[in-house]
Every structure is written in structure tokens, then in C-alpha cells.
């Protein structure tokens, strides 16, 4: 009974009429026609992590799309809230899993924002070194699925193989493959281990030597690429930033925010790098942006080889961490966008509030925006072009 | 469309912000500090606050709203960013035990998740939101907000007693 | 479409070169990497040296370890210290942070290279150390204190106080 | 023995005997190409695909089969069950019958059909019946478009494929394939494929579509309608499917061969094996196949309205055309007929 009433309250909710329909409603009525609601999700293959879109087709074509999110909520906020400063930091891994790195990075700036320590400029460097790695570990990844959304297998496993050995060397750097704990507040673990730095230039290396045939060559010129994505999941910028866009998806209409550059943190203001922007503002130019942001880290990478100092990798923050009463702010460019982490302290050694922006929760809004108007098989690249992470949107 | 991206040096910028700002609105109390404007108004200000910030100052990018429940009030942060290295940072604290505050989805957009998700997980009403749903938590039979402070949650295994 | 044809034939002289390349993966069970050395595997703990401080239960975000103190001497000096007569870590829950490595003092407790846990049965999977079994399912002490809500003051509406430093650090 | 062997020649016997072995052959062409496909795809994709059950995974059909036939054959509650079970029969037995026309060699033939391109081509056709009767019975939303997907897919490709068919059959002056694969000799270069290279591509696109291969399985379509009209089957009635599919595709490769690439013919003289051509025809049924897999490890999946646009305003126009190229080109030298 009860479940019967849920349904019904339910669906109540869901379906109010459509701003948007492509068939008047007279002609609608006038020949009977219906429209079919479909549930894409959670669990389906394709999809990007336990997302559940409510759709309304009209024939292949949306004419209404509806995130429900949730389905991975463990409210990480509140149990920040009952965990001590660095107790957090491994339970921020779980957010964002693509992008662990920068979810750390940014929580401890928070907290050294609250703390004023003074982080060792080594300790900044290994910071860039590995949230750069992370983000070819992540973007990567996001270019094999979204060739997996248009139905080839194959790329995915190419990507995956350049994860798999990011990964062995963020193993052998802080000695777990995905849930790092690495960045602390204060600085880094511990230093670099001997040899890898060598190891990771092999690395750079050997991907920049099999990029182009691996993810450009297969891909870049497909006509049945260009025709999937080309126009598809267009969008101006004016929507894009309305939206709250950032990342790779902002970039590609041509907005060149990168806080990076615009907020810098860390020791990227010592660096030298671009940022990558695409005027067309649809699925391929986010490929295209996403490929060239990766060569991108790969130049960032090399310079922080070559520019590494030498010292210690630990500010000093005691061995109790209890900052003191306010509020800091945490501001990093994660693979996806702006990922921002405002802990508010309140004197004790846990934190009173924290709250993480994932990027991931806000880029999802596009879709309600621009999906409604496609056909079905158009979701699926447009899921590529905001690229979202089931632990992100859902803390 | 293309959009405008502020212009001029950015000290210059924070200063246009905090007149631009403080000039047209009773504001309780207005700072710089580095690179952040801060601002702290009126419950019932904030909408016009933000209205100004968008479409007089031009700031185009609310980046995240945080509430703090701080037992018995709420406190709201609009994090604003105008996107080359300025943040305009709007506070302000709800009393009460039904808090309600205007929307902002009419100035910002994409506050309509955030609005959602403030709302879900701490009650806080959106009066004018257009689809005030939760986004997380079940949309019915479930009347708690556990992100505030009297929403206990226990350290207890979880798994007592499923062998 | 002038070239028509053409990425895609290009794309598939990229698959062709891969069909002879050479294969990557590795035969799991029977082939073993070896493991880095700052690898984090299973927890372990050397009860010979444990002071019973209880540091890693305080530390512990998913409040894995259990301990279960008593006084004894041990030693023989004559006086009466901690004992952990009951230690327990449960792997079902334990996330391989680290935390408690990091903050044992006599460093008696750390990460093995041992990844395959398996049970049939969740509690299978609480590792007993002690002399005495510890009840997993039993709340341990919280790891936090009793703290929250510093006493008698309200926190402030507005943050944003100067900060005065001292009490950190 | 020899009264055995006379029996052959009553022509019942010997129809229902070879259909037999015939019935046999596509039935374990589909275990063996599933097995093949699973290699190919792993060593493009750096892996080494199965290897686990015999000697270098090569026991893995047998496997699979086994499990499959003693899955439970799941059906939705309010599916409609006889269109439901009919569907994967509907599908399979199309591919099969159309082996019943297909020259392995000279004489090896089922049934040497003086119409055999008409029943190709009817036989063929009913395959769409069976994706409708899958995707209707099943009475899920995903089925439902996979199977109007389908239908639609299917039935505009039947045009350009049997478009292409009459370069063919205008040049070789006959609609059976004995004497198609007959009439193009045994000199690579007098097959009809160079001649008729449009006609090739297109029957070779049309084909790949006709048996839903990537990059045209859109009613399978598995990243946006997760299985299309076969996503509530499981057990024996999915295997079917499955054989179904590798079965066509087969057929596909081996009338392709038959028609464009000389059948059993050798591709030089000197090559001729007599009695062995049917090695001949083998390898170029094989080799057709692995570029079907080839292609279809490499490119990404078109959308509906692509398909349309490639099947109606490039692929139609163009065997359109070349028809009339081949017409004037007979015309003006008749010894290119046959």
C-alpha cells in the first residue's frame, strides 16, 4: 500500500507538463499520439556511474530529461563533520574516483587556508606532479568512454591501459593505486620514493610517443566520429556559463577559465602552460579540448621534473591539528571543473561544516538544459561532453 | 552568443565590486580581503545583492551556496566568481526554525541544484524556487535533513546483526 | 565529404597494428606483480610491542580497530601498564588509509602486502590479535571524544574573526 | 554401402541429408565464430581473449554452450510468450535456409536453385520478422525500439543491397549462383568485384547492416537501448539469437564471396585445387568475415537518421548509377556478358 502510494506521489511529481514539447499537444491529441517514458538508469550499461534520466521520447526524440541523482549519496559532508582534520582527507578520496588527487589537493588547501602553515615548495611541486598525472590518469579514461557511449570498444581499452600504468607509479609514489591519501595538510606523505623520477619521464615519454596513433589517429578522423559528435550537444556559451559550467566542458565554447591560471594555487604560477579553449561548444570540440589538455599536463609535468627543488615535504602543522575559529576556502581545477571545498572550523579538532562544489553535480545541470531536442543515441555523447562521476554528484 | 569577461587589473576590479556593491544596498558589513569581496547582508536583500552582482557588475559565475547550521540559525554563503581571479563572497544568516529565503535561480541558474541540494539536506526553503525537489535523499516519507546538527547520526556497526 | 573513407580506413590501421602488438595483459593468479614498496596491504599488528595507547583506535575514520585495555605488567618491572588484551581489525570495514600507521608510536601496527582478503561472512573478516576475542559488532569507544559545540559560548553568526594563530600549530 | 551410397541420389534423401549437415555446419560455424570474434577482439584490444577452458581457450564455445543450455530461460510476466519464443526461430532459421543455396564447390551444393538469388533475397527479408516479434513480445521500451529500429534498418537496406545484385546478375546473364561463380572465371582480376567495385561497397555496407554489425547495430545499440530487442532474452533462447546473428554473418561473407569475389574459384590458373577449391572458398568466406570484425573492433556506432541518410542518399544513387554504367558499358561491348 505504501509502495503504491509512493509510486503515485511519485509520479505526481515527475510529471508536469514539458516546457518544451516537438509535437504540439493539439496535433498530439488530435491523433492519439503518446509519448513514451523511458528510465535510462541506474543501471545501465552505458551510463556514467548510478545515474537515473527520466526521459520523455517522442519517438527517438527527448522531449524531456530528468536527472535523479542519489542512488550513491553517503553523505560524505556529515561524516566529515565526526572525523578528525586528517581523518577526512582518505574519505575525500571516495568522491570524485576518477580525480582523487585533486579532491584531496583541494581539501587540505582548505584547511591550510585555516591553519597558515607554510607548505615547502618541494612539497608544491610533488602536489602538481601528481594532481597533473591524475589528470591524464582521469581525462584519459573520459575519452574512452565517451567512444564507448558511441558504441567502439576498442579505445577504452587503450585507455585504460595508460591508467593502469599511471596508476603503478602513483603505487609505487604513495603506495595505493586509487585511493591515494597522499596530499596532507601541511605537505606531501612522504617524498618521492628514489628512481621514479626517471621512471615517470619513461612514462611521459612512451605515452607521448603512442598519443597520437592511440587517441588521435583512431579517433580524430573517423567520419562516424565527426558525424556522431559534430553538432551534437551544441551549446553557447551564454547557456554554458549560465549553467555553471566549468572544465573541459566550458572550455569548449570558448571561455578560457582555468584556475589554474585565474586563481592560481600550488606552484603553478612558476609554471608554463595554455589554456585550451574550442569555440564550437559541442561534443567533439570537448574531445578536442580534452586531447590537447592532456598534452597540456604532459608539458606541466615535465617542467615540474625539471624544475623539482629539493627540501622538505612537510610544512609544520604539531601533531595535533585543531585550527582556529573561521572559515577557509579550497579552490582547485579538477579534470572535470572547479572543484571548491569550504570548511567552516569552529576551534575543535574536527571540522564544523565542510562542504565540497564537485564539479560533476553542477556540469550535470546541462544536461536538462540541452539534451531535450536530441535523439536517444544523443545522450549517451552528451554524457561524454559533461563527463560526470557517480561519487562526485553524490558525496 | 558570446559572453564578456571582465576587464582591467584586478585590484581595480575588487573595488568596482565592493562600491558597485556597497552603493546600492544597506549592507551589515563589507570588506576586502586579498582577493575576495565579502559581504554580509540582509536575509532579505540577497536576491537584489546578487541581482546586481550578475547583471550591473557583471560577475557570472555562482560557484557553490554553503549553509552552516549554527543551532537555531542558518548561515548562507553565495560564493561568486568573476571568473579572472576575483570572488565576491555574500553572507548571510537566516533565524528561525522554518527558514525560508528567496531564490536566486532567476539571477544564477545553476543555483537551482544547489538551492535544491540546500534544501534537502538542511530544510532551508527557496521561496520562488521553480522545482524545489530533493535531489538525494527519498522524495517522500522521509521528513529529516541530516546535514543539521540535530540529526544525530550513530557511530554504531552498521551491520549488527545481518551475518 | 571529400575524403570519405579516410579516418575511418586510418583508424583501422591503428586496430590492425595492434592486433600483432604485443599483448599487456598480465595472467593474475598465476603471475604476481610485485608489490612497491610503500604498497598497502592488509593490516597487521605485533602485540609483543603495542602500548595499548589506543592512538590508532582514536584515529581510525571507520572505526575498524577495537581495543580491548586492561592493566598488567607485563615486563615484570613491577608496575602495572596497559595491556591490549583484545585487538581487533576488521577488514570488512578497514579503508587502508594508513592512519594508524602513522600514528603509532612504537611502530606495532602496519600495512602488510597481503590484498586477497575473502570470507563467506562479513565478520569472518575481524582479525583477532589479543589474548582475548573482541566482539566486532560492539561499538567501540568513539573515536572522537565527547567533544563538539565548544561549551557555553554560541558560535558566531558571522566567521570571519581575526584569527589569532596561537591555538594553532 | 553402395545401396547407401545410391540412396544419395534420390533426391529427398539426399536434400534432407545434406540440409542435415548443412543444419550441422552453420550450427557450429556460430560456436567457432563466437570464438573468433572474442580473439580477434582481444588482440586488438591488447588482451588475449579466452584461454582458459583447453588448450589456448579453444574448448570456450563448448563451454559457453553448456552453460547456456542450462541457464532458465527467463520471460517478462506480461511478455507476449509465444511471439516471444517464436522470435529467436523467426531469426535463425532465415540465416540457415540460406545455406541451402550456396556453392561450397562445383558440385557442392544443396540445392542448385535457378532462382537462387530471388530466394537469397526473400529469405533474407524474413529476418526482420523475427527482430519485430522479439522487440513486440518482450514488451519492454528498449525492445520496442530496438525492434522498430530494426525493421527500419532492415527493410531500407534490403534496397541497395539488391540493387547492387543486378550488376550481377546483368553481367553473368543468370540468377543462380553456380553459374554466377561460373561466369566469373578463374583470374582474380575478371572477378566482378573490380569491375563492380560501387556494387561491391555498397553490397558489402548493405550486408554489414543487414546482419546489424557494428557500425550499424542500432537495433542492438547496447551504450544508449542496452540490448534493443534482445535484452529480455536469456539462456538457449539469447544463444539462438546469438547463432542467429553469426549464422547471418556467415551467409553474409559467403555470398558476398559467391558474388563478387569468385566463389570456389581460384585466384590464378595455376592455383586450382580440383577437388579442394572448396578451400578456395573458405578463405575468402574467412577473410570477409575478419574484416566484418575488423571493422567492427574499430569504429563507433552511426545514429538512425545517418543510417537513413547513407542507405537512401548515397548508397541507392550510387548502385542507381552504376546500373547504367554497366548497362551502357554492355551495351557498347556485349562481350562483357556472359
Given at each position: 500500500m505504501l509502495g503504491e502510494e509512493r509510486r503515485a506521489q511519485h509520479e505526481g511529481a515527475l510529471t508536469?507538463?514539458?516546457?518544451?514539447?516537438?509535437?504540439s499537444p493539439d496535433i498530439r491529441d488530435e491523433f492519439g499520439l503518446e509519448t513514451i517514458d523511458m528510465n535510462m538508469g541506474p543501471?545501465?550499461?552505458?551510463?556514467?556511474?548510478l545515474l537515473r534520466l527520466i526521459l520523455e521520447l517522442d519517438g527517438e526524440t527527448v522531449v524531456r530529461c530528468d536527472p535523479v541523482m542519489?542512488?550513491?549519496?553517503?553523505?560524505q559532508e556529515k561524516i566529515a563533520e565526526n572525523r578528525m582534520y586528517p581523518a577526512v582527507i582518505p574519505l575525500t578520496d571516495r568522491l570524485d574516483y576518477f580525480a582523487n588527487m585533486h579532491n584531496e589537493h583541494g581539501y587540505c588547501l582548505a584547511v591550510e587556508d585555516l591553519l597558515d602553515v607554510e607548505i615547502p615548495p618541494r612539497a608544491e611541486y610533488i602536489r602538481v606532479l601528481m594532481c597533473e598525472l591524475m589528470r591524464l590518469a582521469s581525462h584519459i579514461p573520459s575519452i574512452g568512454f565517451l567512444m564507448l557511449e558511441l558504441g567502439a570498444f576498442t579505445p577504452i581499452l587503450y585507455a585504460f591501459r595508460e591508467r593502469e600504468r599511471i596508476q603503478a607509479i602513483f603505487e609505487e609514489v604513495t603506495?595505493?593505486?586509487?585511493?591515494?591519501?597522499?596530499?596532507?595538510?601541511?605537505?606531501?606523505?612522504?617524498?618521492?620514493?628514489?628512481?621514479i623520477t626517471q621512471k615517470i619521464w619513461d612514462y611521459i615519454e612512451s605515452l607521448e610517443a603512442h598519443f597520437q596513433r592511440d587517441f588521435v589517429d583512431l579517433i580524430q578522423g573517423n567520419e562516424i566520429f565527426i558525424s556522431r559528435t559534430r553538432n551534437v550537444g551544441k551549446m553557447t556559451q551564454e547557456q554554458a556559463v549560465e549553467m555553471g559550467v566549468t572544465g573541459p566542458a566550458l572550455r569548449c565554447?570558448?571561455?578560457?577559465?582555468?584556475i589554474r591560471l585565474d586563481y592560481p594555487y600550488s606552484a603553478y604560477p612558476e609554471l608554463q602552460f595554455e589554456v585550451v579553449t574550442d569555440t564550437a561548444g559541442d561534443v567533439e570540440a570537448s574531445y578536442r579540448v580534452r586531447i590537447a589538455e592532456c598534452l597540456q599536463s604532459i608539458q606541466i609535468i615535465k617542467q615540474c621534473l625539471e624544475q623539482m627543488p629539493e627540501g622538505e615535504?612537510?610544512?609544520?602543522?604539531?601533531?595535533r591539528i585543531r585550527p582556529p575559529e573561521g572559515e577557509g576556502f579550497g579552490r582547485v581545477e579538477s579534470p572535470r571543473g572547479e572543484y571548491s571545498v569550504h570548511v567552516v572550523s569552529?576551534?575543535?579538532?574536527?571540522?564544523y561544516r565542510v562542504h565540497y562544489r564537485d564539479p560533476s553535480f553542477c556540469n550535470m545541470q546541462l544536461l536538462q538544459e540541452i539534451v531535450?531536442?536530441?535523439?536517444?543515441?544523443?545522450i549517451m555523447p552528451i554524457m561524454g561532453l559533461v563527463d560526470p562521476v557517480s561519487g562526485g554528484w553524490d558525496k | 552568443m558570446t559572453i564578456t569577461l571582465p576587464e582591467g587589473d584586478l585590484q581595480s576590479r575588487l573595488e568596482r565590486y565592493f562600491e558597485g556593491l556597497g552603493n546600492r544596498h544597506g549592507l551589515e558589513e563589507s570588506e576586502i580581503i586579498n582577493n575576495v569581496v565579502l559581504i554580509v547582508a540582509k536575509k532579505d536583500d540577497v536576491p537584489a545583492v546578487l541581482a546586481t552582482a550578475r547583471e550591473?557588475?557583471?560577475?557570472?559565475?555562482?560557484s557553490f551556496i554553503t549553509i552552516v547550521d549554527r543551532e537555531g540559525s542558518f548561515e548562507l554563503t553565495y560564493e561568486l566568481m568573476d571568473f579572472r581571479g576575483a570572488t565576491v563572497r555574500v553572507k548571510t544568516t537566516i533565524e528561525g526554525d522554518e527558514p525560508v529565503i528567496g531564490t536566486v535561480t532567476g539571477v544564477y541558474p545553476t543555483a537551482n541544484w544547489h538551492e535544491r541540494e540546500a534544501y534537502d539536506m538542511f530544510g532551508v526553503a527557496f521561496a520562488g524556487h521553480p522545482d524545489l525537489r530533493?535531489?538525494?535523499?527519498?522524495?517522500?516519507h522521509f521528513d529529516h535533513h541530516?546535514?543539521?546538527?540535530?540529526?544525530e547520526i550513530s557511530t554504531k556497526r552498521t551491520f549488527e546483526g545481518l551475518r | 565529404m571529400p575524403q570519405v573513407g579516410q579516418g575511418i580506413l586510418k583508424g583501422m590501421g591503428v586496430t590492425l597494428q595492434h592486433l600483432f602488438g604485443q599483448k599487456i595483459t598480465r595472467q593474475y593468479p598465476e603471475y604476481k606483480r610485485e608489490l612497491p614498496e610503500r604498497s598497502r596491504g592488509m593490516l597487521t599488528v605485533d602485540m609483543d610491542r603495542?602500548?595499548?595507547?589506543?592512538q590508532c583506535m582514536r584515529i581510525c575514520p571507520d572505526h575498524c580497530i577495537s581495543i580491548e585495555q586492561t592493566k598488567r605488567d607485563a615486563d615484570g618491572s613491577g608496575k602495572p601498564k596497559p595491556f591490549a588484551v583484545g585487538f581487533v581489525i576488521d577488514d570488512s570495514r578497514?579503508?587502508?588509509?594508513?592512519l594508524c600507521v602513522e600514528v603509532c608510536p612504537v611502530n606495532c601496527i602496519y600495512h602488510t602486502e597481503e590484498f586477497e582478503a575473502q570470507a563467506?561472512?562479513?565478520?569472518?573478516?575481524?582479525r583477532q590479535f589479543g589474548e582475548l576475542p573482541v566482539d566486532p559488532t560492539v561499538d567501540p569507544?568513539?573515536?572522537?571524544?565527547?567533544?563538539?559545540?565548544?561549551?557555553?559560548k554560541k558560535a558566531p553568526k558571522t566567521v570571519e574573526k581575526p584569527r589569532t594563530g596561537d591555538e594553532a600549530a | 554401402m553402395q545401396t547407401v551410397l545410391n540412396l544419395l541420389e534420390v533426391e529427398p534423401i539426399r536434400l534432407l541429408i545434406s540440409f542435415g549437415a548443412v543444419l550441422f555446419l552453420v550450427l557450429n560455424l556460430a560456436a567457432v565464430l563466437t570464438m573468433a570474434e572474442r580473439k580477434v577482439s582481444g588482440y586488438i584490444h591488447l588482451r588475449y581473449g579466452p584461454?582458459?577452458?583447453g588448450p589456448r581457450g579453444l574448448l570456450q564455445p563448448a563451454a559457453d554452450v553448456f552453460k547456456l543450455f542450462t541457464k532458465e530461460n527467463v520471460s517478462p510476466g506480461r511478455s507476449d510468450l509465444w511471439v516471444f519464443l517464436g522470435a529467436p526461430i523467426a531469426m535463425f532459421i532465415p540465416a540457415a535456409l540460406?545455406?541451402?543455396?550456396?556453392?561450397?564447390?562445383?558440385?557442392?551444393?544443396v540445392a542448385d536453385l535457378n532462382v537462387a538469388i530471388l530466394f537469397f533475397v526473400a529469405i533474407t527479408s524474413i529476418g526482420a520478422l523475427g527482430v519485430v516479434m522479439a522487440g513486440y513480445g518482450s514488451r519492454s521500451a528498449f525492445s520496442l525500439l530496438g525492434a522498430l529500429r530494426g525493421a527500419a534498418q532492415m527493410i531500407s537496406y534490403e534496397v541497395p543491397l539488391i540493387l547492387s545484385l543486378l550488376g550481377v546478375v546483368m553481367l553473368s546473364g543468370s540468377l543462380s549462383l553456380v553459374d554466377i561463380v561460373r561466369a566469373q572465371g578463374d583470374t582474380i582480376w575478371s572477378w566482378y568485384f573490380l569491375f563492380q567495385l560501387p556494387m561491391f561497397l555498397t553490397f558489402y555496407i548493405s550486408g554489414i547492416a543487414e546482419v546489424k554489425?557494428?557500425?550499424?547495430?542500432l537495433p542492438e545499440g547496447e551504450s544508449e537501448?542496452?540490448?534493443?530487442?534482445?535484452?529480455e532474452y536469456s539462456g538457449m533462447t539469447w544463444a539462438l539469437i546469438q547463432a542467429a546473428e553469426f549464422a547471418s554473418m556467415a551467409v553474409m561473407s559467403a555470398i558476398t564471396v559467391t558474388l563478387f569475389?569468385?566463389?570456389?574459384?581460384?585466384?590464378?590458373?595455376?592455383?586450382d585445387l580440383g577437388a579442394f577449391n572448396w578451400v578456395w572458398f573458405g578463405i575468402k568466406t574467412a577473410l570477409i568475415m575478419f574484416t566484418f570484425q575488423w571493422i567492427r573492433w574499430s569504429v563507433p556506432r552511426l545514429r538512425m537518421d545517418q543510417l537513413m541518410d547513407l542507405g537512401w542518399k548515397v548508397l541507392v544513387p550510387l548502385t542507381l548509377i552504376w546500373l547504367f554504367v554497366t548497362a551502357g558499358l554492355m551495351l557498347v561491348f556485349p562481350s562483357l556478358g556472359a
Open positions: 508536469e507538463p514539458p516546457s518544451s514539447r516537438l509535437v543501471q545501465h550499461p552505458a551510463m556514467h556511474g542519489g542512488y550513491l549519496h553517503r553523505c603506495g595505493a593505486r586509487m585511493m591515494f591519501h597522499y596530499i596532507r595538510i601541511g605537505g606531501v606523505k612522504a617524498d618521492l620514493p628514489p628512481g565554447t570558448g571561455v578560457d577559465f582555468d615535504v612537510m610544512g609544520d602543522t604539531g601533531r569552529d576551534g575543535s579538532d574536527t571540522p531535450p531536442g536530441h535523439y536517444l543515441p544523443d | 550591473t557588475l557583471g560577475i557570472l559565475h555562482l530533493r535531489p538525494y535523499m527519498w522524495q517522500d541530516p546535514l543539521l546538527k540535530s540529526f | 603495542c602500548i595499548a595507547c589506543l578497514c579503508m587502508y588509509c594508513s563467506y561472512n562479513r565478520l569472518e573478516l575481524a569507544k568513539p573515536a572522537v571524544g565527547k567533544k563538539k559545540k565548544p561549551t557555553g | 584461454n582458459r577452458v540460406v545455406w541451402l543455396v550456396v556453392p561450397f564447390a562445383p558440385d557442392a551444393v554489425r557494428v557500425p550499424f547495430d537501448i542496452v540490448g534493443g530487442f534482445m535484452i569475389l569468385g566463389g570456389w574459384q581460384p585466384p590464378l590458373p595455376f592455383l
